[in-house]
């Protein structure tokens, strides 16, 4: 295409090498604006793969050229180490990866249900449909991962849409006899009885205040960062399905202008954590800090700190935004806390 030879003549910015989908992707866009920056989005992936690349030969060389080999005090000692013989038996990442697959099949057997909900795409811009198929990608890695998984449907699944062929490009395995996920075309009315699903939106009014193990919750894969419209509760409307949504306000001070709709790589972890323990405030632990009340204070505190006389701009700011401060002088004084911890850690 002669618009792509003219930017890397120019010295823009200008992927190298294009595969056949990028390019039929490229002819579809309408505007040069929105080619300009579809050619900008593939020129810096191929740089971060190319950096990446120098980044781990420099890596290896430095192993190579950095441990000194041990001298044996005698010729026939052995050496014991990474390098060298070893006491232990190496679990291999092909070995977790088995076990964690293992365990996302066990819960097929025997685990709650879970459907995602995957018709929105054409109410989606084309990278919104392959953010959504990276948080799925994530949600599959998170589920296997916990000590009680999920049992997770895929319903409303078009074979032919863009959602799909990027989630099998991220999970290549997905097609095999093996995968440990339900993938469905038909809806969620077909496969599991009505009376039991209750559909998560965070559009209705009726707050989740238990977690009910024998209910099969239903989640939309949808990223809504053109679309605020509320889909997801027009559809539990249609459908007439019983709605709930997070009790977000109840545990959490929420920050002003931050949207309540979580990525489904949030909520899969929140309703697997509330699962397990039945304690929302550890289950919410998952919630994005720059969502919260706590992480505006902190930034408030740390540009007051570095610049004592933007004090009355930014408390003017907050006052505006609905904050509540004890006083204009004294600011409450919070620290950092880093609550994340691993799926795999023993619950307290």
Not at 44 to 50: A, C, G, M, Y
Not at 51 to 68: L, M, S, V, W, Y
Request: net charge positive.
């Amino acid at each position: 295409m002669l618009e792509v030879e003219v930017m890397r003549q120019d010295g823009r910015c200008a992927p190298d090498s294009m595969n056949t989908t990028q390019w039929k992707h490229l002819l579809d866009l309408s505007s040069r604006n929105q080619r300009t920056n579809y050619l900008t989005f593939l020129w810096k992936n191929e740089k971060s793969r190319e950096n990446q690349k120098i980044k781990k030969e420099t890596r290896r060389k430095q192993f190579a050229d950095g441990i000194p080999d041990q001298e044996k005090e005698y010729p026939d000692d052995l050496l014991y180490g990474i390098r060298y013989q070893s006491l232990f038996l190496r679990i291999r990442d092909q070995s977790i990866n088995n076990f964690d697959n293992y365990r996302a099949l066990l819960a097929m057997m025997h685990s709650q249900s879970l459907v995602i909900d995957c018709s929105y795409e054409e109410h989606m811009v084309w990278r919104e449909t392959l953010n959504a198929a990276k948080q799925m990608t994530l949600v599959f890695g998170d589920n296997r991962l916990h000590k009680e998984p999920f049992n997770i449907h895929l319903c409303n699944v078009n074979n032919d849409s863009e959602f799909l062929k990027q989630l099998k490009k991220n999970i290549p395995c997905m097609e095999e006899p093996w995968f440990p996920m339900n993938i469905h075309t038909e809806s969620y009315l077909d496969i599991f009885p009505r009376e039991k699903l209750v559909y998560l939106t965070p559009h209705c009014r009726n707050e989740l205040t238990r977690f009910d193990p024998d209910a099969i919750y239903i989640i939309g894969c949808m990223v809504d960062k053109t679309n605020n419209e509320p889909i997801s509760l027009a559809k539990a409307k249609k459908d007439n399905i019983t709605m709930a949504k997070l009790p977000l306000d109840r545990y959490l001070e929420w920050a002003p202008g931050s949207k309540k709709n979580l990525n489904i790589n949030h909520m899969i972890p929140i309703l697997l954590d509330l699962k397990l323990t039945g304690d929302w405030e550890y289950a919410l632990r998952h919630i994005p800090k720059r969502k919260l009340m706590e992480t505006k204070i902190l930034a408030m505190q740390k540009r007051i700190k570095n610049n004592p006389q933007l004090k009355n701009d930014v408390l003017k700011n907050f006052r505006k935004n609905n904050f509540k401060l004890s006083s204009v002088n004294s600011l409450p004084n919070l620290k950092k806390t880093n609550i994340r911890r691993s799926l795999y850690d023993d619950l307290e």
